[in-house]
């Protein structure tokens, strides 16, 4: 009998863990947003970026990161909130889209978050205009998390 309930209590993580979505959370001013944690590849001191000629306000520059050039978003700017004055406490997450890289400059990063599938809700229309850079908002203790939609931002969808 202490067999079965052993197993009974270590079964069902594994049940909910299949329902689960782990998520690096980030912040820009007050708004929390997220990210599926396999996307990201490195979290980084911001150290400036090479600014290219003729790009979108949102496109901070580029990177040589250990010989792949990464383009540089301003998330802050993407989400039309004008540009980030970057400091040394701000970073850039780096993540793949797809078979490319991109690195977002943040404000900083919070936290890992664990959350289950059913919880994502859809992001309200009309909401306001950054809401089509987004996948779905969750709560989490407490706190609204809104979760990037990545080939959106990357693909200049929105126009500033």
Do not use: C
Not at 71 to 83: E, M, V
Not at 143 to 149: E, F, P
């Amino acid at each position: 009998m202490d067999v079965l309930n052993y197993r009974d209590e270590y079964s069902e993580p594994e049940i909910k863990s299949q329902n689960a979505v782990q998520l690096i959370a980030f912040s820009i001013g007050e708004q929390t947003y997220g990210v599926e944690i396999t996307t990201v590849r490195e979290i980084r001191a911001w150290n400036g970026a090479t600014p290219l000629p003729n790009t979108r306000d949102y496109v901070r520059g580029v990177i040589n990161l250990r010989g792949t050039i990464v383009p540089i978003f301003d998330l802050r700017a993407r989400f039309g909130d004008g540009q980030t004055s970057p400091t040394k406490t701000h970073v850039v997450v780096v993540m793949s889209v797809g078979e490319k890289w991109i690195g977002m400059l943040v404000d900083a990063v919070s936290d890992i978050l664990t959350v289950d599938k059913g919880d994502i809700h859809a992001v309200p229309e009309g909401n306001s205009g950054d809401s089509e850079l987004l996948s779905g908002i969750v709560t989490h203790e407490g706190r609204m998390v809104g979760l990037i939609d990545l080939p959106a931002v990357v693909s200049g969808t929105k126009t500033n």
